[in-house]
């Protein structure tokens, strides 16, 4: 079993900067692929940035050239840097695991089968 849990939320003001992170409980995490998404109220969970156990990395165009998502392999910890923050931003932000199971692509909630339970960014004009 895998138990992502997420922290580094917060409340910015826009134009700043946080970094979040998820600490994934499994010893062979290095074969996972890992995402992070986010859901705004009222409004569907999508897939925000995304990378893959050789490294290949995925983005959101709506957070290109913002974000950056990494990872520590000797810590079990997934980063997201966000810099550049918008209030469009605001949302809960989680991350997710896949180890098997069918691809439907870096970005797309079907692909992943292991769910944090969240950590929320407000950003405000």
């Known amino acids: 079993q895998v138990y992502p849990v997420e922290s580094g939320g917060g409340s910015v003001q826009a134009g700043g900067s946080l970094r979040l992170s998820c600490v994934f409980s499994v010893a062979d995490y290095a074969l996972y692929n890992l995402g992070w998404f986010r859901q705004a109220p009222g409004k569907q969970r999508e897939g925000v940035a995304a990378i893959t156990s050789d490294g290949t990395t995925t983005y959101a165009d709506s957070v290109k050239g913002r974000f950056t998502i990494s990872q520590d392999n000797a810590q079990n910890t997934l980063y997201l840097q966000m810099n550049s923050l918008k209030p469009e931003d605001t949302a809960m932000y989680y991350c997710?695991?896949?180890?098997?199971?069918?691809?439907?692509?870096?970005?797309?909630?079907?692909?992943?089968?292991?769910w944090g339970q969240g950590t929320q960014v407000t950003v405000s004009s």
């Open positions: 997710a695991a896949r180890f098997r199971g069918n691809w439907y692509g870096p970005l797309a909630l079907r692909t992943y089968n292991y």
